[in-house]
């Protein structure tokens, strides 16, 4: 088995990508160790140490470190822990595996701008977002603020706020008139 690995804009997050499935289907993310104890993947990624994140993606592990820890002495133990689970035949998840949408629900008078919002999110920022190792999900809407949550690599990223201004503000923007602001919320 041959695990690569690649940089993302987060430099305290690195992409691992196994060569197989990690989730059918959704995302998964783990800020925890107590959040990893439904997936016996993430906790034996948190036993390695220095872990302040894990997040899953359909074919990647994305893991956050500490801010002392340098990647050059957790990155050999991640692969290894990585490499020992698949080999393992160990499930990546028990019970249900990952949020499939990942998007909160919303009733209301503006259900029709939420679902156009959702439909940008998942068709034109989701896909783009999962390429560096992480996930953007809806959170709300209100008063023309879309409310987004943002998880894996995104997460406390250096370059969160301009794709967040800059990128996904303007593209909602562009095709939802009602749209006037975009802002993150915490987990």
Not at 30 to 54: D, M, Q, Y
Not at 62 to 73: I, Q
Not at 106 to 132: M, N, Y
Request: hydrophobic share 40%; charged share 20%.
């Amino acid at each position: 088995m041959f695990i690569q690995t690649e940089s993302t804009p987060n430099p305290a997050t690195l992409k691992f990508l196994p060569g197989q499935n990690v989730l059918d289907a959704g995302t998964a993310d783990f800020t925890t160790v107590e959040a990893a104890a439904a997936s016996p993947l993430a906790k034996r990624i948190f036993a390695v140490g220095n872990v302040a994140g894990v997040f899953f993606g359909t074919d990647f592990v994305t893991v956050t470190k500490n801010d002392e820890t340098d990647w050059d002495h957790i990155k050999p133990a991640l692969l290894g822990a990585i490499m020992e689970h698949f080999q393992s035949g160990d499930p990546v998840m028990e019970g249900e595996s990952g949020s499939p949408a990942g998007h909160a629900a919303h009733d209301g008078p503006d259900s029709d701008i939420v679902d156009q919002i959702k439909e940008l999110l998942d068709t034109r920022v989701r896909p783009a977002v999962a390429q560096d190792g992480g996930d953007i999900t809806f959170h709300g809407f209100e008063k023309g603020v879309v409310y987004l949550h943002m998880q894996g690599a995104c997460a406390g990223c250096p370059s969160s706020t301009l794709t967040l201004k800059m990128g996904i503000e303007n593209l909602l923007r562009h095709y939802i008139p009602e749209v006037l602001e975009v802002r993150p919320v915490a987990a």
